[in-house]
């Protein structure tokens, strides 16, 4: 079973950045989740294995960046001009090639706060 750890969350004001971090315990398709309370987890982003194909949300295009070190094994996820309607919990999963199938189990998330 992949083990993904996610970091790096925070709380930042309305504009500013925060880079996420999603460490795997083997090279592996990842993609992005995020939750806020009451609604349903919502997908945000993905990478394949070899970072030659990425998904977006069409509300992050544009000021999120996926993007990935095979070395670390690691998956980042750059958040510029951040909103406040970005506020949730962030979780990494792992996912099909085709990037479109979640896949394995939700990690400890990571919280993202965004004050306007």
């Known amino acids: 079973q992949v083990q993904l750890v996610e970091s790096g969350g925070g709380s930042v004001q309305a504009g500013g950045s925060l880079r996420l971090s999603c460490e795997a315990s083997e090279r592996t398709s990842v993609g992005w989740y995020r939750q806020t309370a009451g609604k349903e987890r919502e997908f945000v982003s993905a990478?394949?294995?070899?970072?030659?194909?990425?998904r977006y949300v069409e509300s992050v295009k544009g000021r999120f960046t996926i993007s990935r070190d095979n070395v670390k094994n690691t998956v980042y996820l750059q958040m510029d001009k951040l909103k406040p309607e970005d506020t949730a919990v962030y979780y990494c999963s792992r996912m099909s090639s085709t990037l479109n199938i979640r896949l394995g189990y939700w990690g400890q998330g990571t919280q993202v706060t965004v004050s306007s």
């Open positions: 990478i394949n294995s070899h970072g030659g194909s990425t």
